[in-house]
């Protein structure tokens, strides 16, 4: 006896899930410029990879022992591969009930993508395009319930701390999924279909009485340029699952490996010429930090995080002799470099990415200190700066610093670290100190320049004899600082990177300061 009616009404039943919302839901998902969740599935992963979770459940209705109609769940979950690598990965399907409906849940349910995740020890990946909960759950339920939510959460909370974890927000995502949206290592918004919010216009509306767009209330020039919510903007859907791919290529599959090593493409020995006159000799002219990084950094292997917020640092992801790295600089043409609280937030999430995944950081450093004035108090930028203080010091990665111009103040010593594996170089163009001594000379010497016959002559003469003191090479002759020629950058980073892989090694594990988003 055969069993081939039972497989056939498995296959009609998995088909049926296929149509996701029917032809109606999905012709306005793409009337909206939006692919539906299995075309987004059918790019983003490697071909015929993607083997689903629960392609059975969803609300049925029979008609007698007979199965008249099917509406599978709002979300489509399974493991695939993103460059030959497994991962698990949960798309929300918005064509059916704007993506809010649940993944079933029960007695004899089967695990959750994200408990998968967690308990598989793989990246997760989330494309995010749902509207939250919905008060026609309430009539369903028959009642209200208590927002206990956490109880699910805490999931996404400790995958923070074991696999790589991205999300993409692909369409106007509201509720505990814009929540998910930051309960990331890198999260991502495509340009023109992409909000994010906890509360949509009309919730804003029923609150406080404002009408406004989903795009004014929530898009990415408001989250990718303005909060910082959100790391980066792909201008398509394609280019969005690119930089997901890209991401993930860095890091290990789990806090318990290592990040994977690609096959050098680059000479470690190269010495660009250009390095040599990369920093200006006029002090207040800016130089390019991104040339700096593509000069020392494998060609094309930087990929920028946050590139349009916290503008005065500069932070990513690239590989050294094919070793991905994590990295950071100042960007002397945006506010002279100075770091103000978003560059510090920048540099936090890096800190915490690079010590949860094992990467060695790399940083160079241009930094005029934080950033002063009105603006700055009013950002709070002493606690900003207190919190960069403390996840520095909290870290354990192996660290290597090139200081390029400029090191000064509290800022400054954030791209030292007291302890671990540190390593520090600096160039002949390089100056530090507790202040600036242009500023410096003018409140330490103020009675006695006010009193010159001539105050300006007076404080340029003074400026002139504490700028003498301070050349590196005063600084080397009592601390045994290193002072190198800029061209040897690369090959002493690589020969670094190389050295501190044994290091590395020993740090596998879930890392002893949990990663705060």
Not at 323 to 338: C, E, F, L, Q, T
Request: proline share 7%; hydrophobic share 35%; with cysteine.
């Amino acid at each position: 006896m055969s069993w081939q009616s039972e497989i056939d009404e498995l296959q009609r039943r998995k088909d049926l899930g296929r149509q996701m919302g029917g032809p109606e839901g999905i012709e306005r998902q793409h009337s909206r410029g939006k692919l539906t969740v299995r075309e987004r599935i059918d790019k983003l992963v490697d071909p015929e990879s993607f083997s689903e979770f629960g392609p059975l459940v969803g609300t049925a209705r029979y008609d007698g022992n007979e199965l008249a109609s099917f509406t599978p769940k709002g979300a489509v979950e399974g493991v695939c591969k993103l460059g030959g690598r497994k991962v698990i990965l949960t798309g929300g399907d918005f064509t059916i009930s704007g993506g809010s409906g649940g993944s079933g849940g029960g007695l004899g349910s089967e695990l959750p993508s994200n408990q998968r995740a967690l308990q598989w020890r793989m990246p997760y990946v989330r494309l995010l395009d749902a509207a939250g909960g919905s008060v026609r759950s309430f009539e369903q339920i028959g009642r209200t319930y208590l927002p206990d939510g956490n109880v699910w959460t805490a999931v996404d909370v400790q995958l923070l701390s074991r696999v790589p974890v991205v999300s993409a927000v692909m369409g106007s995502v509201a509720g505990l999924p814009a929540i998910n949206a930051c309960l990331a290592h890198f999260n991502i918004m495509v340009k023109g279909i992409s909000q994010l919010f906890p509360g949509g216009p009309p919730v804003v509306k029923a609150s406080s009485g404002v009408e406004i767009s989903k795009e004014d209330l929530g898009g990415d020039h408001i989250h990718v340029r303005k909060s910082g919510v959100v790391d980066n903007l792909a201008e398509t859907e394609e280019q969005a699952f690119e930089q997901i791919r890209r991401f993930l290529s860095y890091l290990p599959s789990n806090v318990w490996e290592m990040a994977p090593r690609a096959e050098p493409t680059d000479d470690p020995d190269r010495r660009d010429e250009e390095l040599l006159s990369i920093v200006p000799r006029d002090r207040r002219t800016p130089f390019d930090g991104h040339e700096l990084i593509r000069h020392v950094l494998d060609r094309d292997s930087f990929f920028e995080i946050s590139p349009y917020y916290g503008r005065a640092r500069i932070t990513g992801l690239a590989r050294v002799n094919g070793y991905p790295i994590g990295v950071m600089a100042n960007n002397p043409k945006h506010r002279g470099g100075s770091t103000d609280a978003a560059a510090g937030a920048k540099v936090i999430r890096l800190l915490q990415l690079c010590d949860t995944f094992h990467l060695p950081l790399v940083s160079f450093a241009d930094e005029p200190g934080f950033m002063v004035g009105l603006e700055a108090e009013k950002s709070g930028i002493e606690r900003a700066g207190a919190r960069l203080v403390a996840v520095t010091c909290h870290s354990r990665m192996p660290w290597i610093t090139f200081v390029i111009r400029r090191l000064y103040g509290v800022a400054g010593q954030c791209h030292h670290r007291p302890s671990g594996v540190f390593r520090r170089y600096c160039w002949p163009s390089a100056s530090w100190g507790s202040m600036h001594i242009a500023g410096g000379a003018s409140a330490a010497y103020r009675r006695e320049i006010d009193s010159a016959p001539d105050p300006d002559a007076r404080r340029q003469e003074i400026e002139d004899r504490l700028q003498a003191l301070a050349s590196p090479f005063r600084t080397a002759e009592a601390t045994g600082q290193d002072i190198i020629d800029p061209r040897e950058t690369r090959s002493l980073l690589c020969e670094y990177v190389e050295d501190v892989q044994g290091v590395l090694r020993t740090q596998v594990g879930i890392p002893p300061v949990p990663y705060l988003p």
